[in-house]
């Protein structure tokens, strides 16, 4: 129980920082490494989603997710993915602390999600919602949380790239766009073109899984979500 805490309040201190700033880049930023299947070392401490690799690749892999449940944010609109991220887990916070409808704390788990709809221009607010996978025992019943929303997802896959070091603003874009190159004129590529739409923005998801504390094995994930 105390590493949990210590776990919770440390992920809290990550997103609180300027990690910009603050932090001086790594060895291993950007590098891709799903080839080498690394498996999260925080899921060997506290519980994440359950999925079945469908297909590897260079540069990708594509995962099926079953019906689960994830607490959300309202959108965000902001320019920084690490400001947004930090204001949404705020409250993601707060829901697992115990500030929701049936006042009960609520276990963490990972990875926090920052879903990103890219605005128009450099300059141009986005927007970003952040979700939280709900534990196995609360999945029957979320508590509700005014400003916080359940999402239901159906059975759906994912092309995940995976990239270590620490997830900042300039980093993410280079990570989408390397796992959309990746996916270019294969039959994954064109599933999640024909899920999104036409006309549809090239929007993605980042999975954080790591404390700030750790400096080796960090995992990070870029995430394109479809139906099959």
Same mark, same amino acid.
């Given at each position: 129980?105390? !590493? %949990? =805490?210590?776990?919770?309040?440390? %992920?809290?201190?990550? &997103? &609180? ?5 603050? %932090?001086?880049?790594?060895?291993? +930023? ?21 999925? @079945?690799?469908?297909? *590897? ?5 594509? #995962? ?6 994830? /607490?959300?944010?309202?959108?965000? *609109? ?5 400001? !947004?991220? #930090?204001?949404?887990?705020? *409250? ?13 704390? /609520?276990?963490? =788990? ?12 450099? &300059?141009?607010?986005? =927007? ?16 509700? $949380? @005014? ?13 995940? #790239? ?5 997830? =900042? ?8 766009? $390397?796992?959309? !190159?990746?996916?270019?004129?294969? +039959? ?14 090239s929007g993605y998801t980042v999975a954080q899984y790591n404390s700030p504390f750790e400096f080796e094995n960090r995992v990070n994930e870029i995430w394109f979500l479809f139906d099959m």
């Open positions: 129980m105390a !590493a %949990l =805490t210590i776990f919770k309040l440390s %992920l809290l201190l990550s &997103l &609180l920082s300027n990690l910009n700033s603050a %932090l001086l880049p790594l060895p291993g +930023v950007g590098k891709n490494i799903v080839d080498d299947g690394l498996f999260p070392p925080t899921c060997t401490r506290i519980e994440c989603p359950n999925f @079945e690799i469908i297909h *590897q690749d260079s540069g990708f892999e594509i #995962r099926r997710y079953n019906h689960t449940e994830w /607490i959300e944010t309202s959108p965000i *609109q902001e320019i920084s993915l690490v400001q !947004a991220t #930090r204001q949404g887990f705020l *409250q993601l916070f707060d829901y697992i602390q115990g500030n929701n409808k049936y006042q009960q704390e /609520i276990e963490m =788990t990972a990875p926090v999600l920052t879903k990103v709809s890219p605005g128009d221009g450099p &300059l141009c607010e986005s =927007t970003f919602s952040i979700s939280f996978y709900i534990p196995k025992q609360n999945q029957a019943n979320p508590p509700p $949380a @005014e400003g916080l929303h359940v999402r239901s997802w159906k059975p759906i896959f994912a092309a995940v #790239r995976q990239f270590s070091g620490f997830v =900042t603003d300039s980093n993410v874009g280079e990570e989408a766009a $390397a796992l959309q !190159a990746s996916l270019a004129g294969t +039959v994954w590529g064109d599933a999640i073109a024909k899920s999104q739409g036409a006309g549809a923005t």
